[in-house]
Antibody, heavy 117, light 110 residues
Framework: EVQLVQSGAEVKESGESLEISCKVS????????IGWVRQMPGKVLEWMGI????????RYSPSFQGQVTISADNSINTAYLRLRSLKASDTAMYYC??????????WGRGTLVTVSS | QSVLTQPPSVSAAPGQKVTISCSGS????????VSWYQHLPGTAPKLLIY???ERPSGIPDRFSGSKSGTSATLGITGLQTGDEADYYC???????????FGGGTKLTVL
């Protein structure tokens, strides 16, 4: 059974950086795409980007290009989302999910990030 | 402003049927598969429909999807109170070279 386990909730100050993680088990990590989705409080789901750990190819939504970095560590089957220079507007729930040729199949439970100004 | 347009809310009585529309363009829905997700507050979104009209294992056939041109539709029959949730359509946008979600539709089962 494929499982995605995300890191715990974070509280950060404005200007800090943060990296949240998504550990995948039960499937060949390097043979699937992992993506990240943001949901700001009371707002909609936003497609951020995806990574193929097999060759580290990444694709970002133009809305997030340059603002975040998606990476992966194949040795521990873990994908990461790095947020830099945090702002209050980065306060959101961040979900990782398996991307299968056009749709998100299995989702993690989400990581709540709170940024205080 | 989402690339895909959904009605903000729909409602129907238990046992009834509801449809949720998702309108896009030639760069997204018209030439790519559509998926649908159910999102209950405090939980992870759940895939309901993929490749326009395919249901993952475990999703009841009360849920159906269709696509025509630049629009897609999610249908839910035999509404239950447990179906109250936010529903999102999504697809790939070839112009953006990225996935996109709709603005979400809140379903109320009266």
């Amino acid at each position: 059974e494929v499982q995605l386990v995300q890191s715990g909730a974070e509280v950060k100050e404005s200007g800090e950086s943060l990296e949240i993680s998504c550990k995948v088990s039960g499937y060949g990590f390097t043979s699937l795409w992992i993506g990240w989705v943001r949901q700001m409080p009371g707002k909609v789901l936003e497609w951020m980007g995806i990574i193929y750990p097999g060759d580290a190819e990444t694709r970002y939504s133009p809305s997030f290009q340059g603002q975040v970095t998606i990476s992966a560590d194949n040795s521990i089957n873990t994908a990461y989302l790095r947020l830099r220079s945090l702002k209050a507007s980065d306060t959101a729930m961040y979900y990782c999910a398996i991307w299968r040729s056009g749709y998100f199949d299995l989702w993690g439970r989400g990581t709540l990030v709170t940024v205080s100004s | 402003q989402s690339v895909l347009t959904q009605p903000p809310s729909v409602s129907a009585a238990p046992g009834q049927k509801v449809t949720i529309s998702c309108s896009g363009s030639s760069s997204n829905i018209a030439n790519n598969y559509v998926s649908w997700y159910q999102h209950l507050p405090g939980t992870a979104p759940k895939l309901l429909i993929y490749d326009n009209n395919e249901r993952p294992s475990g999703i009841p056939d009360r849920f159906s999807g269709s696509k025509s041109g630049t629009s897609a539709t999610l249908g839910i029959t035999g509404l239950q109170t447990g179906d109250e949730a936010d529903y999102y359509c999504a697809t790939w946008d070839s112009r953006l070279s990225a996935g996109v979600f709709g603005g979400g539709t809140k379903l109320t089962v009266l």
